[in-house]
């Protein structure tokens, strides 16, 4: 069983889905976790399951997109708990899906940047001088299969940040290698998110298609799987490991025959 007890990690878009799964799976194993979002019920929330788990919680208001929040979310998790060990990006939209490229909204493509890539960049700006100062440190960053592949379901601007997400990680990964910071990411296939859950119920049809082309179960996965990769590329076991861009989707493809 891994043990996180006097580590410290930071993880952003936490008040629901993959965030919030891993931030009280974390903290159930000893670790003291500063969770952002943009919604103060989820998040305190969540920070009641974090103290339910066993562990010590911080909830921090945190819009993304905004370069002050995201200076004062590293700031007051060191403030509060004396350093920075790890951190996962993980805050994400899907903006303009089913639209082609020509007719893809010009806010629709900015919100797809500034939340899933800019805000990563954001992020590591500050985190890793936080790191740095507490010895090293792990960062995850969450890209998706569609950092991998281009889109087919009309979602180019989340194609394009997902795909920088990892080309940013691995420049990243060079930048600090050096310096006692490992960078990965981890790119997560179809599982049941607050993001994915609207689109699979509305239409069924469609998500059978999308499972069958993305993954070899054919299933959906559940958030916990994700977790559990974030949770080993925080710890000491994946020490090896940097720049790496993990899938974590039950399998490329579906058998032909």
Request: proline share 2%; with cysteine.
């Amino acid at each position: 069983m891994t043990d996180f007890t006097g580590k410290v990690f930071l993880i952003t878009g936490a008040t629901s889905g993959l965030g919030a799964t891993a931030a009280i799976q974390l903290a159930g194993k000893g670790a003291k976790v500063a969770i952002t979002g943009r919604r103060d019920e989820q998040g305190n929330a969540v920070l009641d399951r974090i103290k339910a788990a066993g562990g010590e919680g911080l909830f921090i208001k945190t819009d993304v997109t905004v370069r002050a929040d995201v200076e004062a979310m590293v700031a007051r998790t060191v403030d509060r708990f004396g350093r920075l060990d790890g951190a996962v990006n993980n805050a994400g939209v899907a903006a303009g899906v089913f639209t082609p490229i020509a007719d893809f909204a010009d806010e629709d493509w900015h919100a797809s940047i500034d939340t899933n890539l800019t805000a990563v960049f954001m992020g590591m700006k500050f985190q890793i001088p936080a790191m740095l100062a507490s010895g090293g440190g792990s960062i995850v960053n969450i890209s998706s299969i569609y950092g991998t592949v281009g889109g087919d379901i009309g979602n180019c601007g989340y194609v394009a940040s997902k795909w920088g997400v990892i080309g940013l990680t691995k420049t990243a990964a060079i930048d600090y290698a050096r310096q006692g910071i490992r960078v990965n990411a981890v790119c997560p296939g179809y599982c049941h998110s607050e993001m994915v859950d609207p689109y699979a119920e509305a239409d069924p049809a469609l998500f059978e298609k999308l499972l069958e082309r993305y993954t070899a179960t054919g299933q959906m996965g559940e958030s916990h799987v994700i977790a559990d990769a974030i949770e080993f590329l925080l710890s000491d076991q994946s020490s090896f490991v940097s720049g790496a861009a993990i899938p974590v989707q039950g399998g490329e493809h579906s058998r032909l025959y």
